[in-house]
């Protein structure tokens, strides 16, 4: 297990799995900035290095050689607390936090995130609004349960993210199609890091949000911020876009507030930063679903640009025990967007070339030579870049994606072997 060690002697943050850097690279920079971080990945990445005070190699999904490893640590360095941004890793986090009498959430709170068919009977026991929603084994058993819900249903994976295999359905053909998808979904791994099944769930009407709550004890929450999600055409669940206000008028919610805090307090959790999404339907906030760690897709970014709230900061801050700094120290709008391809193929150039004082990040995620699938058949592994703005206010930020998106191009090779230009 090599240690590359570091000058400090400080008690170390230990925070699983380093992530994607396009998503996740900012995030451990603002840890690593306020706490020495002791990173144990399966792989620990080179762009990781400048940041971490060490960098342990260990199977992330063999928890007694983690927890060796951590117990290592402890003895030569001191341990001040366990974190973890990424889903696949939570429980695991739990877990170590609560041998090593850290602060943290149970494991059993964790395993309630995680498992999503848990989540809705914890949530329906506790009259807390969610979805119907039922674990079904075969194709055919969901279309038996797709005439008691009535109505469009939902088909996703009992343990999957980033809506990967979600899918409405509607006929008995659709259900089943979607049955299958939601069975079959791969995301990074994700697929070996939970319980497998597939749900099918009532359909729920409405704009969804994701409400950034900071968990600083049982019946103790602070929501962050509230980011509005834009999606792709259903009957996929792709997301395109992320907004933050720090004016939002859903802030001043009230609904919103006690469904999350109901939520929160009914799976058990009381610490740490989570991402918890919602739609708001005719009858009110209906949760989605929990996340038991920072929201992705750079919501947090979005959450330091418009707010100045620094939620990997805090996050870090409670892992070890300290207290937050949960002032906001500015107030205006920012916003991503993820583009996706047009047409099915294979990526032949891509070119962008300009600056703007609003344009804080444009970034390719695919490079010539990538196959990306259109929607309808895309996933979030089929995203061709991405833009963050910012704006005084959410409509400009809107603009200002447009904008960004209209001065980008792509080339893609279409399977139908012709060339294809998005610009």
Wanted: some cysteine; aromatic content about 4%.
């Amino acid at each position: 297990m090599p240690v590359t060690p570091h000058s400090s002697r400080s008690p170390l943050l230990v925070v699983l799995g380093a992530g994607n850097r396009t998503f996740r690279g900012y995030g451990l920079k603002h840890i690593a900035a306020h706490h020495p971080v002791a990173l144990i990945d399966d792989q620990p990445p080179a762009w990781a290095e400048d940041h971490v005070a060490l960098s342990i190699t260990a199977d992330l999904t063999n928890g007694e050689a983690v927890t060796k490893a951590v117990a290592d640590l402890d003895v030569d360095r001191g341990i001040a607390g366990v974190l973890t941004y990424t889903e696949n890793h939570v429980v695991l986090a739990a877990r170590l936090a609560q041998h090593f009498a850290l602060p943290g959430n149970t494991p059993a709170a964790a395993e309630a995130c995680r498992d999503k068919y848990l989540t809705r009977s914890l949530l329906a026991a506790a009259h807390v609004p969610s979805a119907r929603s039922y674990l079904v084994a075969d194709a055919e058993t969901a279309v038996e349960y797709a005439v008691l819900l009535g109505g469009p249903v939902v088909l996703k994976p009992r343990s999957m993210g980033g809506s990967v295999g979600a899918h409405r359905a509607h006929t008995p053909e659709q259900v089943r199609a979607a049955f299958h998808r939601a069975k079959s979904a791969t995301l990074f791994g994700l697929e070996h890091a939970g319980t497998s099944g597939v749900l099918i769930e009532e359909y729920l009407d409405g704009p969804e949000i994701s409400v950034e709550c900071i968990a600083l004890g049982h019946g103790n929450v602070h929501i962050a911020a509230i980011t509005r999600k834009y999606l792709g055409d259903e009957p996929a669940f792709l997301e395109t876009c992320h907004l933050v206000d720090a004016t939002e008028p859903l802030l001043a919610d009230s609904r919103i507030r006690e469904v999350a805090l109901d939520a929160l307090t009914t799976v058990g959790i009381s610490n740490g930063v989570l991402h918890v999404a919602m739609r708001l339907t005719r009858q009110g906030p209906r949760i989605v679903e929990i996340n038991a760690r920072l929201g992705d897709h750079l919501i947090p970014q979005l959450v330091l640009l418009a707010t100045g709230l620094n939620l990997p900061q805090i996050a870090a801050d409670l892992a070890v025990g300290a207290d937050p700094e949960l002032l906001p120290s500015q107030s205006q709008s920012a916003a991503v967007r993820f583009l996706y391809p047009a047409v099915t193929g294979h990526v032949t150039a891509v070119h962008t070339g300009f600056f703007a004082s609003w344009l804080d990040r444009f970034e390719w995620t695919v490079t010539p030579g990538s196959y990306v699938t259109a929607p309808p058949r895309a996933t979030v592994r089929d995203r061709t870049a991405l833009a963050v703005v910012t704006g005084p206010d959410p409509d400009t930020c809107l603009r200002r994606l447009q904008s960004a998106e209209d001065r980008s191009g792509i080339h893609i090779q279409a399977d139908t072997a012709t060339t294809a230009c998005v610009a």
